[in-house]
């Protein structure tokens, strides 16, 4: 599997060094810059030609713009917004500007470091503090217009999907962190992700959604339980 290489955009220096330091402990992802302004953040990306650029497009010199305008020089770039606390129709104007996924700068090491990979190997990654932002003001993200932000919709990551199907055969938050060499915190996250999407509120809707999608056979699901 190939490098991601990421781009870092804060005005904050000590923001743009922590995350950098914890990236580069990594495999697999490789900050190629770090910049503290928009103007910096373009001329990074046209002459790094980066995977992916990881965005506090609320901190000074950057802005909501910045989002879209960044999409504008690679079609094929990728954006983690990562910011402080913020209401939920500023996560959904960010996604409607073109950001892929969205964190918090206070989620643990694995959920940042996830948001990168996921997010770099073409999925969308929200962590749960995102996603209760979200739904504490009744703001559903599958209703919103996001057709100009990439050529195709919102759907599941590869990581999800296997989630889902681990969720359907019957193992438990611990025992999916420990198949995928995750956190259970970061299963605990996914899991939320995947009801966000789907709509569903519990875990058998997960399982009949596995089901009727062909994930799981459901009498593999069924001998699971009896077992």
């Not at 804060?10 to 190629?32: H, K, P, T």
């Not at 503090?129 to 504490?136: F, G, M, R």
């Not at 060499?181 to 509120?201: A, Y």
Request: charged share 20%; net charge negative; proline share 1%.
């Amino acid at each position: 599997m190939s490098e991601v290489k990421v781009i870092i955009a804060d005005s904050n220096q000590l923001i743009r060094f922590g995350l950098s330091a914890i990236l580069r402990n990594y495999e697999g992802i490789a900050v190629v810059g770090e910049a503290n302004n928009e103007l910096d953040l373009f001329e990074m990306i046209t002459n790094f030609q980066p995977d992916l650029v990881m965005l506090d497009f609320l901190a000074d010199g950057f802005s909501v713009d910045t989002v879209n305008r960044a999409k504008q020089l690679n079609n094929k770039l990728r954006l983690v917004a990562i910011t402080s606390e913020q209401s939920g129709h500023t996560i959904v104007n960010a996604l409607k500007a073109g950001v892929d996924s969205y964190i918090k700068k206070d989620c643990d090491i694995n959920e940042i470091v996830d948001s990168v990979k996921e997010t770099g190997a073409g999925g969308k990654f929200f962590c749960g503090q995102i996603l209760d932002a979200i739904a504490k003001e009744s703001i559903d993200v599958e209703e919103l217009n996001l057709s100009q932000i990439t050529c195709e919709p919102v759907s599941l990551s590869a990581r999800e999907l296997e989630v889902i199907t681990l969720i359907a055969e019957g193992h438990t938050n611990i025992q999916i962190a420990d198949k995928l060499f995750l956190s259970s915190h970061t299963i605990t996250t996914h899991r939320k992700n995947i009801m966000q999407k789907l709509g569903v509120n519990n875990t058998a809707a997960i399982v009949m959604y596995a089901v009727k999608s062909g994930l799981v056979c459901p009498n593999k699901f069924l001998f699971s339980k009896l077992n």
